[in-house]
């Protein structure tokens, strides 16, 4: 079994930075081969923010969040980051974390397996 827990969301104005943690705790025979972020804005769908392989660190992001977001994850700690900058309202969302523990698609929500609780970001113009 895997838990997540996301932390570090809250309200920022536009151009602000956030960074969101996730802690995944592992019990029993459980790996991981992928984590990644997704979020979900009011009255729309869920969609996928950035993905990372845990072996190998390869990373792939949405169009909406490239040369802004960064994903990263330390391994040691088992804790996944997200470096939001230059935030905009349009990002403005619960953000999830999810973990896979199986080899797919690393941005399709189908491939997750667990999720955590969701934080919210709230950007301002």
Same mark, same amino acid.
């Given at each position: !079994?895997?838990?997540?827990? *996301? =932390? @570090?969301? @809250?309200? %920022?104005? $536009?151009?602000?930075?956030?960074?969101?943690?996730?802690?995944?705790?592992?019990?029993?025979? =459980? =790996?991981?081969?992928? #984590? $990644?972020?997704?979020? !979900?804005?009011?009255?729309? *769908?869920r969609?996928?923010?950035? @993905?990372?392989?845990?072996? @190998?660190?390869?990373?792939?992001?949405? +169009?909406? %969040?490239? +040369?802004?977001?960064? &994903?990263?994850?330390? /391994?040691?700690?088992?804790?996944?980051?997200?470096? #939001? /900058?230059?935030?905009?309202? *349009?990002?403005? $969302? &619960?953000?999830?974390?999810? $973990?896979?523990?199986?080899f797919? /698609?690393?941005? +399709?929500p189908? /491939?997750?397996?667990?999720?955590?609780?969701?934080?919210?970001?709230?950007?301002?113009?």
């Amino acid at each position: !079994q895997v838990q997540l827990v *996301e =932390s @570090g969301g @809250g309200s %920022v104005q $536009a151009g602000g930075a956030l960074r969101l943690s996730c802690s995944a705790s592992l019990s029993g025979h =459980s =790996s991981l081969v992928s #984590m $990644a972020w997704f979020r !979900q804005a009011p009255g729309k *769908e869920r969609e996928v923010v950035a @993905g990372i392989y845990i072996g @190998g660190g390869r990373t792939k992001y949405a +169009d909406s %969040v490239k +040369d802004r977001f960064t &994903i990263s994850l330390d /391994n040691a700690k088992g804790t996944l980051f997200l470096q #939001m /900058n230059i935030l905009k309202p *349009e990002d403005t $969302a &619960i953000y999830y974390c999810a $973990a896979s523990p199986d080899f797919g /698609n690393l941005l +399709d929500p189908v /491939n997750y397996k667990y999720w955590g609780q969701g934080t919210q970001v709230t950007v301002s113009s």
